[in-house]
């Protein structure tokens, strides 16, 4: 699996870049789409108390260590692409031994989530009539004040 964390952009925009470029990094990569994930942290790039994101960009690549010879390729494709969402980005690759790796694959669900997969539900309408309009705070003071009175009178009793 390569992971593409990308941080400095918001979920959304992450979402954009996968959805738009996971075809061609995997072909980059010479491997299936399915090996290509991106995470989306829900952080800030700072710099001297400055919120960062949209304007730099850091783009960390975690790959088994068969895609190192990859690298400057998909980092020259990630720096040309980045740049719409961005105005400065850097990539960093980690590698790691596939041996180190474990995973399970549940075979009774597809294994990513997609548009063809997804159920949407539709939400009913809303019947106008059924919603309170009323003020439902309407003589709370003064119920609090006998609530209040009630007890004082139970506790001198």
Not at 132 to 144: A, R, S, T
Request: hydrophobic share 35%; with cysteine.
């Amino acid at each position: 699996m390569i992971t593409i964390s990308i941080y400095g952009f918001d979920q959304y925009a992450v979402g954009h870049y996968s959805k738009e470029n996971t075809k061609n990094l995997a072909q980059l990569f010479e491997t299936s789409e399915d090996n290509i994930l991106f995470y989306a942290p829900n952080a800030y790039l700072l710099h001297y108390g400055m919120d960062q994101t949209s304007w730099n960009a850091i783009v960390k690549i975690n790959a088994p260590s068969k895609y190192q010879a990859l690298e400057a390729k998909v980092a020259d494709y990630i720096l040309k692409t980045i740049v719409i969402y961005c105005i400065n980005a850097s990539v960093e690759f980690y590698y790691y031994d596939e041996r180190n790796r474990y995973e399970f694959i549940n075979k009774e669900y597809p294994r990513f989530l997609s548009e063809a997969n997804v159920v949407n539900v539709e939400h009913e309408e809303i019947n106008e009539e059924e919603i309170y309009h009323g003020n439902i705070f309407e003589n709370l003071d003064e119920k609090i004040e006998e609530e209040i009175n009630r007890r004082n009178k139970n506790k001198n009793n």
